[in-house]
């Protein structure tokens, strides 16, 4: 079945340090991947998306290529900032699914310290 | 301003005392999900719905049921609460399985 799998953490990091976090999947079809953000004691929001092969989402200076062929979407950011610590989960969208799921993965929980 | 509320954000009970979640979302969408978020487990989908009187199991469903009598609304109900129920639980909404999911802000049980 369809399913992601995330690097786990927790991430610790310095500010302005580069920043990956790995995420693959298994799907059926041609699915649509996401990255959404949780930051402390708030709900999820939707960080980032691709919809297809090769799409490469972006926002927020964070970035993540949509890899058909190694079945990946890891999400990458060149200069983290303190503002960026947050869980952050990896999400898989069934295209046209009957069932209508989004798969998450377990989450990465990133700190940045000055 | 399109999003989705949950009620209460709080709330401590105890073992067998029935409670409802609510759940609204403004932007007329057809799938919605509830999710419970425990500590290194991440985000499991206890059920959704995929339109009106169109329910079905997620991946933890044991000890909740749900309704959707209307497309705004889907409530969460737990029958008899029991402590493993105690977590972190979020609405979400979306328009099709291709598009972003809009998350309430969450709603914190403790069932003692």
């Known amino acids: 079945g369809d399913s992601v799998t995330q690097m786990e953490g927790p991430v610790t990091l310095s500010e302005e340090a580069f920043l990956t976090i790995n995420c693959t999947y298994t799907?059926?079809?041609?699915?649509?991947l996401f990255w959404y953000v949780q930051y402390p004691g708030e709900g999820l929001q939707l960080l980032l998306k691709?919809?297809?092969?090769?799409d490469k989402g972006s926002n927020k200076g964070f970035e993540a290529t949509y890899r058909k062929e190694t079945t990946s979407f890891h999400l990458e950011k060149g200069s983290v900032q303190v503002s960026d610590s947050a869980v952050y989960f990896c999400?898989?969208?069934?295209?046209?699914?009957?069932?209508?799921?989004?798969?998450f993965g377990r989450g990465t929980q990133l700190t940045v310290w000055p | 301003e399109a999003q989705v509320t949950q009620n209460p954000r709080y709330l401590i009970t105890v073992t067998g005392k029935k409670l409802t979640v609510t759940c609204s979302q403004n932007?007329?969408?057809?799938?919605m999900s509830w999710y419970r978020q425990d500590p290194g487990l991440g985000l499991r989908q206890i059920y959704y719905?995929?339109?009106?009187?169109?329910?079905d199991k997620g991946d933890v469903p044991e000890g909740y049921k749900v309704s959707r009598k209307e497309k705004r609304n889907f409530p969460l109900i737990l029958e008899s609460p029991s402590p493993n129920q105690t977590s972190l639980y979020f609405c979400?909404?979306?328009?099709?399985?291709?598009?972003?999911?809009?998350f309430g802000p969450g709603t914190r049980l403790t069932v003692t």
């Open positions: 932007m007329n969408h057809e799938y």
């Open positions: 979400a909404s979306r328009r099709d399985s291709s598009y972003e999911q809009y």
């Open positions: 999400a898989l969208g069934a295209r046209g699914s009957t069932l209508g799921r989004l798969y």
């Open positions: 691709a919809t297809k092969a090769d």
């Open positions: 799907a059926t079809g041609y699915p649509s």
């Open positions: 719905s995929m339109n009106v009187e169109v329910t």
